[in-house]
């Protein structure tokens, strides 16, 4: 296969960006080849309602009061 | 292929665990991170606690596969400039790049495994929902 690829004038202006993580890539110009791969895990225990729910709860019950 | 890169103004307030912020070519770049964030409703630390044997951090990721066919590429810089004014960043965290110029191979392997411990306290709340 060929290919006939012509690099013009590149100008940027201004970027903004809050946050690049995870195995991310902002590129300005040009690659061969990325190869990019995340992992993220967080277990079932995240999910347990600890007492910082019940001390509302508890507002509401003097508000009821 | 090298382009010259002409940054004017490049602000970045964090760049953290494994990531690289590039101005101008490069060749290969390579990175591997991972993490393990504990977080607790009541201070503790044990650095040998939990180690380092989790699955995530084990088990292969499986790559999105390069192709190999032959590829008669021509590039013909007509303009070999690359002009950027200005780029503001807050972060760039867990093997990421910032790259302002041309680069062949990117590889980038991030692993995170986060673990939050609360108090056992759910019989007592679910005590006070039924009272409800």
């Given at each position: 296969?060929?290919?006939t ?27 061969e080849t990325?190869q ?12 347990i ?8 709860n ?8 | ?5 002409v ?6 307030n964090?760049?953290?665990f ?6 101008g ?6 990175l591997?991170?991972?993490?393990l ?13 939990f ?8 088990k292969p ?6 192709d ?5 590429r ?10 950027v ?7 760039v965290?867990s ?11 990117v ?22 929902r039924r009272s409800?």
């Amino acid at each position: 296969m060929n290919m006939t690829v012509v690099n013009h004038h590149l100008s940027v202006g201004h970027i903004a960006i809050g946050g690049v993580a995870s195995a991310s890539l902002v590129l300005i110009g040009d690659s061969e080849t990325i190869q990019l791969a995340s992992a993220f895990d967080t277990p079932p225990e995240s999910l347990i309602i600890g007492p910082f729910p019940q001390k509302q709860n508890n507002k509401k019950n003097e508000e009821k009061r | 292929m090298s382009r010259l890169s002409v940054v004017h103004l490049l602000r970045a307030n964090a760049v953290v665990f494994s990531s690289v912020v590039q101005v101008g070519d490069s060749q290969h770049i390579r990175l591997s991170g991972r993490a393990l964030a504990v977080q607790r409703q009541f201070e503790y630390v044990d650095s040998n606690e939990f180690p380092l044997a989790f699955p995530i951090f084990t088990k292969p990721i499986p790559l999105s596969p390069v192709d190999h066919e032959h590829v008669c590429r021509h590039t013909l810089h007509d303009c070999p400039l690359i002009a950027v004014h200005s780029i503001r960043i807050i972060g760039v965290s867990s093997t990421s790049v910032v790259h302002i110029g041309s680069t062949k191979n990117v590889e980038a392997e991030s692993r995170v495994k986060h673990i939050r411990q609360l108090t056992e306290r759910r019989e007592q709340h679910a005590r006070s929902r039924r009272s409800d």
